[in-house]
């Protein structure tokens, strides 16, 4: 059983919905990014998500894309972020997910990548350029290593597309909750139980709805309809707005604080 099942089993069994952080690897530095994993750990998060810098992406909205470019300024790349994961792995078993365009994956090379982010400790990997029509290749690679290729649907997904992506996805599915890219929104679709609720119908895995939670109250009502939530860009401008170390993580660490307080209570 991978780090990802294992916590979900803990999840279920401890009648509680998930929360899954993002934070941009190499902003503003990665030793910084490893203080934040330990910040966002120890105040609840049950999986964390590094996000990988690429000059084109995909699904970012304009705070991951500042992230990026000041990580990628900074001279991070995936190797690194490989090698963090590996340093991470020796005072933590949180799960640990990549979330990258697929560029700088096949610029390292499919099966050196797959083979080095297992043995660094990666669990699993979200890839939003690489649909799963497209991803047989590398799907097949990291199911023979044991990690979880993560596939995302959205509100305009088909009957079609949701019962691939149920058939295809592994660790959990990402629900994206709009149209467009990341980032903090002041509400959630209207429709949003109802979407969740007819991927559950045909899907296995945890749903997890992504994109456009902005703090506690948002992350409860996601909660409260689906497998948990996930929060990236409300995290990543925290840190860009604090420039002092301690004052960052501080500030970093009572958002996760809260945030898991309200699930607690979407349960």
Do not use: C, W
Request: charged share 25%.
């Amino acid at each position: 059983m991978s780090r990802i099942e294992k916590r979900f089993e803990r999840i279920r069994a401890e009648k509680r919905k998930a929360l899954v952080a993002f934070i941009s690897a190499g902003d503003p530095d990665l030793e910084s990014t490893r203080r934040h994993f330990e910040v966002i750990e120890n105040n609840g998060a049950d999986i964390i998500e590094l996000g990988v810098p690429f000059s084109d992406p995909l699904a970012d909205g304009p705070v991951i894309q500042a992230a990026s470019q000041r990580a990628l300024k900074g001279g991070t790349t995936l190797r690194k972020i490989v090698g963090l994961v590996a340093e991470i792995r020796k005072t933590s078993e949180l799960p640990i997910v990549l979330m990258s365009s697929f560029n700088p994956v096949f610029v390292y090379g499919l099966q050196e990548f797959v083979d080095d982010a297992v043995a660094a400790g990666v669990d699993g990997v979200i890839l939003p350029d690489l649909p799963p029509e497209e991803a047989e290749e590398f799907r097949a690679l990291a199911d023979a290593k044991g990690l979880d290729m993560i596939f995302l649907l959205a509100p305009t997904s088909t009957p079609e597309r949701v019962a691939m992506v149920a058939e295809r996805s592994r660790g959990f599915i990402y629900y994206v909750s709009l149209t467009g890219t990341t980032g903090v929104k002041s509400q959630l679709s209207e429709a949003l139980a109802g979407k969740v609720a007819a991927i559950r119908q045909v899907a296995q895995q945890p749903v997890l709805v992504g994109f456009g939670i902005s703090g506690p109250e948002q992350a409860r009502e996601a909660a409260a309809v689906s497998d948990g939530v996930i929060i990236g860009s409300a995290i990543v401008r925290i840190i860009e707005q604090n420039p002092d170390a301690g004052e960052r993580e501080e500030k970093v660490g009572g958002f996760i604080a809260d945030v898991k307080k309200a699930l607690d209570g979407a349960g």
